[in-house]
């Protein structure tokens, strides 16, 4: 894989609203770029192992899908 030598700093408090304070927190690093390739190959190795026959499952009626997390994951 290509290295980006693109670095990203931290936003600062004045460039988000208060509201997202508790999800910039959680971002342990400052280079959000690195986190993102790691998040990345972790959502690749974890969806890999999930049986076809199970993306479609729900465990009770009106529950989400995996598939429908995904997607809303991926929306978001």
Same mark, same amino acid.
């Not at 690093?29 to 993306?55: H, S, Y």
């Given at each position: 894989?290509?290295?980006?030598? #693109?670095?990203?700093?931290?936003? #600062?408090?004045?460039?988000? /609203? ?23 190959? #972790?959502? *690749? ?9 199970? *993306? ?14 995904? /997607? ?5």
């Amino acid at each position: 894989m290509a290295t980006n030598s #693109l670095i990203l700093r931290r936003p #600062l408090p004045t460039e988000y /609203g208060s509201y997202y304070e508790g999800y910039v927190s959680l971002v342990p690093e400052d280079d959000v770029i690195t986190v993102l390739r790691n998040e990345r190959e #972790l959502w *690749v190795r974890e969806l890999a192992g999930i049986p076809a026959g199970k *993306v479609d499952y729900r465990y009770a009626p009106e529950k989400w899908t995996i598939r429908q997390v995904l /997607g809303h994951v991926i929306d978001m």
